[in-house]
Each structure stands twice: as structure tokens, then as C-alpha cells.
């Protein structure tokens, strides 16, 4: 009987781990690095300076693997929202849940947008390369 244990373990053992959730290649690569942002645009015009309205976004950003991060000055949580086609950001800092839209998500670039309801809309362009 206890070779038959023996036999059997290393086989539950493979198939536990085998059955773990499959992580996505956008998971993977938002989460495998620190990202530093590289340009903060609202209107397309650079809104990174003391006073502006992106200004606590510049610095370093991390999405850890357990939906925690920071961002810039920010600490929060994030998701995939859509598919994978946004990341939703929450921190009690933030007004309300700031949702982007991925516009590229590759080992060298993050490219997010998303429209700012400020006193009028502001189109944010925000893009982050590995640090």
C-alpha cells in the first residue's frame, strides 16, 4: 500500500500544479516590472509639472500580482476591466475609479488614455517604459 502512495503522490502533485490558474500574457507583462513614466500628456500638451493636473502620476508605477499597487504618488488597487482592454485604478486619493484604456502593453512600453472629467473633459495620454 505504501508504494502505491508513493507512486500516486508525485502524480497529484503534477496535476495540482498544473490546474493553478494560467496567468495572461497582458497579466505577465504588467506585472513583471516596475514601469516609470516616460510622458504625461492631457490635451497633448505635458501636464507632469508641480501644480498640473498629472503631476502626482510621474514617477514609478507597479501593478502587483495580488491587485495591489502604486501609481506615482498614488497606492491603490487595479484590475482588468473589458477583456483586458483597460485597467481600472482605485485609491482613496482618487475622486472616483480611474479606468484607462490600454493602448499598448509590451516589454519595452505602457501606453494608457482615458478622458479626465475635470471642469471640462481632458483627453490623458500617460505612457510608462520598464525601469
Given at each position: 500500500m505504501?508504494k502505491i502512495?508513493?507512486?500516486?503522490l508525485?502524480?497529484?502533485?503534477?496535476?495540482a500544479v498544473?490546474?493553478?490558474?494560467k496567468?495572461?500574457?497582458?497579466?505577465?507583462?504588467?506585472?513583471?516590472h516596475?514601469?516609470?513614466?516616460?510622458?504625461?500628456?492631457?490635451?497633448?500638451v505635458d501636464a507632469?509639472?508641480?501644480g498640473q493636473v498629472?503631476?502626482?502620476f510621474?514617477?514609478?508605477?507597479?501593478?502587483k500580482?495580488d491587485?495591489?499597487?502604486t501609481?506615482?504618488?498614488?497606492?491603490?488597487?487595479?484590475?482588468f476591466?473589458?477583456n483586458?482592454a483597460?485597467?481600472?485604478?482605485d485609491s482613496?486619493?482618487?475622486?472616483?475609479t480611474?479606468t484607462t484604456?490600454?493602448?499598448?502593453?509590451k516589454?519595452?512600453?505602457?501606453?494608457?488614455t482615458?478622458?479626465?472629467p475635470?471642469?471640462?473633459?481632458?483627453?490623458?495620454?500617460?505612457t510608462?517604459?520598464?525601469?
Amino acid at each position: 500500500m505504501k508504494k502505491i502512495l508513493l507512486l500516486l503522490l508525485p502524480a497529484v502533485m503534477i496535476t495540482a500544479v498544473s490546474c493553478g490558474e494560467k496567468k495572461s500574457e497582458k497579466f505577465e507583462l504588467l506585472t513583471s516590472h516596475m514601469w516609470t513614466s516616460d510622458s504625461l500628456l492631457a490635451d497633448g500638451v505635458d501636464a507632469s509639472g508641480p501644480g498640473q493636473v498629472l503631476e502626482k502620476f510621474k514617477g514609478d508605477v507597479s501593478f502587483k500580482e495580488d491587485g495591489t499597487g502604486t501609481f506615482g504618488q498614488y497606492t491603490g488597487t487595479w484590475a482588468f476591466t473589458d477583456n483586458e482592454a483597460n485597467i481600472a485604478i482605485d485609491s482613496p486619493d482618487l475622486p472616483f475609479t480611474l479606468t484607462t484604456h490600454i493602448v499598448e502593453l509590451k516589454t519595452t512600453s505602457l501606453k494608457v488614455t482615458f478622458t479626465y472629467p475635470g471642469a471640462t473633459l481632458i483627453n490623458v495620454r500617460m505612457t510608462f517604459r520598464p525601469k
